[in-house]
């Protein structure tokens, strides 16, 4: 994200290179070592422990960086979450957000929620990007992202009430996508129809929304512009929608008083954002992305069907805020210290005993659109690798560290096997995934209460050490680490660190 996140000096070679130990492959020509070393050394921190082969001794690592602003690198840096969601990624976008000018939303819709606790408050996003906590910054909700409007200005009223100013903080893409209350009832609809088969949705409209957009029908936020054309498109959209769902009843009229109602509030904020954010970027302001959802959610590359209608990987980021890749420069995943999901589907480490009961409870896991129990397990390492080669990770967050305290002992998926096949990442194929026998490897857990740790080095030795095998093991380093729920309850080590043995 900042000077050693660049794109510039993550080569691709530079990441194949860093193995566990953090040495520079040996098949490399001489040229390609020294340009590597150079790359991992603007990457990694400064000291990784040395782990014997069972992994139960750690050298204590050195003394954390001065935790000194960081010096930007122009590009628009990204935020993701790399599980399946409920990650923390808003807390990381509200800390980061506070030094950038930019803080846009590209693809999802208020299926996602990000809960952030700053100065004793909470507060609960869907919509809005975290970062109109900024009270400098700008929010963009890019044309990627469909927009339930009604949920919309909610949310837009509840900031107004806690103090929030947003009134011409907030530009709605005039190419985002509208979601209409019957979108949310033929969501309902469709998985009620599923029975047993479910998916797991969240019924807000999500996926019948996209499938207006892909089939050419939908109506878009620009579309406000031009009432009459809007009436037009929105009564041809219901009629469609109406002989598509016998039983589904649309009070056409009503609902156009509604849009009539609120056109002008929408459309005083509705921009090109394209046009908006890449001259944000020449003009050198800083930009941040806030992912919603998250990568093994994703419509291609999650565990399909159980998965969302977008891309909650860094492709969107492209496709749905209109910019180059050459432009992005970061890449943030945030990871929990352990793994959660919400909604059907495989989820190989799940724990169905009292270690997920154990991690749902001092977790607070549930869900903060549905207020769904959350799924709980250990952390699975196939999983996160692959999300790391989708989305190509410069730095780690790992979230929900002191959520482990207090446990005897800790595992870590650390590969699959399946009919006596090893897997090193996730399979597509949902009846082997739903098969595998996941291997694990154990640590020894810590007692100590960590929730106002601030420096890396005042951890306990095997909250440290849990740390540093995650690292090992993703070959990706992990900067940020959440110690407790609020703002300020995060252990930073620094941007200026190398990966040694």
């Not at 806030?290 to 590359?301: P, Q, V």
């Not at 090193?424 to 100590?448: C, H, Q, R």
Request: net charge positive; proline share 5%; with cysteine.
């Amino acid at each position: 994200m900042y000077s050693y996140l660049t794109r510039k000096t993550l080569g691709a070679s530079a990441v194949s290179a860093v193995v566990a130990t953090g040495y520079i492959a040996s098949d490399c020509s001489p040229a390609v070592k020294r340009s590597n070393a150079l790359s991992v050394s603007r990457l990694l921190p400064q000291s990784l422990p040395v782990f014997s082969q069972s992994h139960a001794v750690c050298e204590s690592p050195p003394s954390s960086p001065p935790s000194s602003p960081p010096s930007h690198v122009h590009g628009i840096d990204v935020v993701l979450g790399a599980q399946w969601g409920d990650e923390g990624k808003g807390k990381l976008v509200d800390i980061l957000s506070q030094t950038y000018d930019v803080c846009a939303r590209v693809a999802g819709g208020s299926n996602a929620g990000h809960t952030i606790v700053a100065n004793g408050r909470k507060y609960k996003f869907h919509l809005v990007p975290s970062g109109i906590l900024n009270e400098s910054g700008t929010c963009v909700i890019g044309n990627g992202v469909v927009i339930h409007l009604p949920s919309f200005i909610e949310e837009c009223e509840s900031l107004g009430k806690a103090g929030i100013k947003y009134d011409g903080r907030i530009k709605i893409s005039d190419r985002a996508h509208i979601v209409f209350d019957f979108h949310q009832e033929v969501d309902g609809f469709n998985e009620n129809r599923l029975g047993r088969n479910k998916i797991g949705t969240t019924k807000k409209g999500i996926g019948p929304a996209y499938a207006s957009k892909i089939s050419r029908n939908g109506l878009r936020v620009g579309d406000l512009q031009d009432f009459e054309y809007f009436e037009e498109r929105f009564r041809t959209l219901a009629g469609d929608m109406m002989r598509s769902f016998p039983g589904l009843k649309v009070d056409v009229d009503k609902e156009l008083e509604y849009y009539r109602s609120i056109q002008k509030k929408v459309v005083d904020m509705t921009i090109d954002t394209i046009q908006y954010t890449n001259d944000a970027h020449s003009s050198g302001k800083k930009i941040l992305v806030e992912g919603a959802n998250a990568t093994m959610l994703d419509i291609d590359f999650g565990t399909y069907p159980y998965v969302t209608s977008s891309n909650p990987s860094i492709g969107s980021v492209l496709t749905g805020l209109g910019v180059s890749p050459m432009k992005l420069n970061g890449i943030v995943g945030v990871v929990k210290a352990y793994c959660t999901r919400v909604g059907e589907g495989p989820f190989p480490t799940e724990q169905l005993n009292s270690v997920g009961e154990f991690l749902q409870k001092e977790g607070y896991e549930f869900g903060t659109t549905t207020n769904r129990p959350r799924r709980c397990g250990w952390l699975d390492i196939p999983q996160m690798k692959f999300s790391t080669i989708i989305n190509g990770f410069t730095t780690l967050n790992l979230t929900k560290l002191d959520v482990l305290t207090g446990m005897p002992e800790l595992k870590i998926g650390t590969h699959y096997m399946y009919k006596g096949k090893h897997y090193d990442t996730m399979p597509a194929n949902l009846k082997v995934m739903g098969g595998v026998e996941v291997k694990y490897e154990t640590l020894p857990g810590w007692k100590e209460d960590i929730s106002k740790i601030t420096k890396f080095e005042d951890l306990p030795l095997n909250a440290r050490r849990y740390v540093l095998r995650v690292q090992e093991l993703l070959g990706v380093p992990i900067r940020w680490i959440g110690v407790g729920p609020n703002r300020d309850d995060v252990v930073d080590r620094g941007e200026k660190w190398e990966l040694k043995r």
